[in-house]
């Protein structure tokens, strides 16, 4: 099922163009969307948001145009901004029962829902104090709460783990993935940590500079490559002649040997070499693709 999708999406500023014709389709589930600093993302969640005008392509978000229908988007999306935004005087009940009734709830119902989205999040007895005196933790969890609160079908997330240190976007990284998986919110996440995305996510869109470079499945990204990684304790340089001489290509790394799969045959005749040579195997294993060599590969749309 479609959740949104750009057609040739452009979106020019006097000194820059922050999205260059732009064409991504993005499904139910959890969609990553990476890219380093000033790769486009925080604009394109905005113009998604009906909040900044294409200047060129179109956009529609759950079947409606971004250009005609963002108030109504709007009602049925979540936005958890990047920046810090919640009034500091207030504290994370009254802040997210005004944006529930903000959305139509009404009182009583609003209070109910936000102790629930509160709670989801992990804020409990906290939630009564000025948020003020919250940690960036605590902070972007009353973010991720108010973009709940009103029931969204979808929630765009722009860079939910700023700022939080390593337990902290562990969580985070936890509750996106209940988000998508236990509350059946479909979610669009953005962060310029490429591995993070990795863990949480069923598909992932690279963007460079406006540009697309890829949208494949974690799948599809995490595939094995044609690469083994061989350790053994002693007798690395041996074992790389062998296997030069048997017709494999072998490139020393470190104290590692890169083993390039030419067929299935290779893993056999690497067993081989290291038994005829007496070699102790500390490790042998095929690689896998992750998201950091998509910036080291050729442009692949
Ligand atoms: N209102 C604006 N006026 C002028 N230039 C802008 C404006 N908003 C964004 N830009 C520029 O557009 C480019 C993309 O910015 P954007 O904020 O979308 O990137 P990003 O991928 O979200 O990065 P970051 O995580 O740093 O916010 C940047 O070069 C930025 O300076």
Redesign the pocket.
């Known amino acids: 099922m479609t959740i949104l999708a750009t057609e040739g999406l452009t979106?020019r500023?006097?000194?820059?163009?922050?999205?260059d014709q732009l064409t991504v389709t993005v499904g139910s589930g959890v969609t990553g969307l990476v890219?380093?600093?000033?790769?486009?993302?925080?604009?394109?969640?905005?113009i998604l948001l009906g909040l900044?005008e294409p200047s060129a392509g179109s956009a529609q978000v759950l079947g409606m145009d971004v250009t005609t229908h963002g108030a109504e988007i709007r009602r049925i999306v979540g936005y958890m901004p990047?920046h810090d935004c919640l009034p500091p005087d207030l504290s994370a009940t009254e802040f997210t029962v005004h944006m529930a009734q903000m959305s139509g709830l009404p009182r009583t119902a609003a209070r109910e829902r936000a102790a629930d989205v509160l709670r989801h999040v992990g804020l409990y007895e906290e939630r009564y104090r000025a948020m003020g005196g919250y940690s960036t933790g605590m902070k972007q969890r009353v973010k991720l709460a108010q973009a709940l609160v009103h029931d969204p079908r979808l929630v765009l997330l722009?860079?939910p783990t700023?700022g939080l240190d390593p337990q902290g976007r562990d969580e985070m990284l936890a509750l996106i993935r209940k988000i998508g998986t236990e509350f059946g919110i479909s979610v669009l996440v953005?962060s310029?940590l490429l591995g993070e995305l990795e863990r949480v996510c069923d598909h992932v869109i690279v963007?460079d500079g406006?540009k697309l470079l890829r949208s494949s499945s974690i799948a599809e990204f995490t595939q094995t490559t044609q690469t083994v990684t061989v350790e053994v304790e002693e007798g690395q340089e041996a074992l790389a002649a062998r296997l030069t001489e048997l017709g494999e290509t072998v490139t020393a790394h470190g104290r590692m040997l890169l083993v390039h799969v030419r067929a299935p045959e290779t893993f056999d005749t690497l067993r081989d070499a290291v038994c005829e040579l007496d070699l102790c195997l500390v490790r042998m294993e095929q690689g896998r693709q992750r998201i950091e060599d998509v910036f080291r590969e050729p442009v692949n749309v």
């Open positions: 979106r500023f006097p000194r820059v163009t922050a999205l890219g380093a600093n000033g790769a486009g993302k925080s604009t394109l969640i905005k900044l990047e722009d860079e700023n953005t310029h963007i406006g």
